[in-house]
């Protein structure tokens, strides 16, 4: 008998493509990110069995679930400081050219993407605060609904950010108290760090 596996229907995380004429082409960039991520968790959720999707197969290693149910901390977290920033954004008017990110930006959405292998060791893992370390029960209905709703926040954050100067405005970090940077950063943060964790989900059961 096969395995159970959740149902097979359509996931409101699947965004449809935005209209590359109608935002920056640096946020054009991201909504292609976001297209490309949103893929690779279809693939995932239809490879992941629910008897695999709570399950640690490395003790030391986050489960399926434990990845997504971190991934919503972090959108939690990010998203209200956000919305809060494009509000600061909206006094300076119109974007004067290409966004200009912060190097502290520009250092951080370089290191929060996918953990790189090299000679068979994974490098550059950092430890998580406590705060955004997910636990309890993860059920994957209640997991991956939460996971969509703060996908459509996220692009509706993208959406909003194209008539604004995000990158003179300027949110502290909620993983590194006392670290600030811009809003084109923060964004660009948040993709490349939902890259990592789907990578590591993916790597959990060799379902990338």
Avoid: C, K
Avoid at 72 to 95: C, D, H, I, K, Y
Avoid at 125 to 144: I, N
């Amino acid at each position: 008998m096969r395995p159970a596996r959740a149902a097979r229907v359509a996931r409101p995380y699947i965004l449809t493509r935005m209209d590359a004429t109608a935002i920056p082409s640096q946020l054009a960039a991201i909504a292609e990110e976001q297209l490309r991520l949103d893929a690779r968790v279809a693939r995932l959720m239809v490879a992941v069995t629910d008897a695999q999707w709570g399950q640690r197969r490395d003790p030391a290693a986050w489960s399926v679930a434990e990845n997504f149910a971190h991934l919503n901390l972090t959108s939690a977290a990010m998203v209200p400081r956000l919305r809060e920033a494009w509000g600061r954004a909206r006094a300076f008017g119109a974007p004067s050219g290409a966004y200009r990110p912060r190097l502290m930006g520009r250092v951080l959405a370089a290191m929060v993407g996918p953990v790189p292998t090299v000679l068979g060791f994974r490098m550059g893992r950092v430890r998580t605060a406590a705060a955004f370390v997910p636990g309890g029960d993860l059920p994957r209905e209640t997991v991956m609904a939460e996971f969509a709703r703060w996908r459509l926040e996220e692009r509706d954050l993208l959406r909003d950010a194209a008539t604004l100067p995000i990158d003179r405005v300027t949110i502290e970090s909620p993983f590194v108290p006392g670290t600030h940077y811009d809003g084109y950063s923060a964004l660009r943060i948040l993709v490349r760090h939902a890259f990592r964790h789907v990578d590591q989900a993916e790597r959990v059961w060799g379902t990338a």
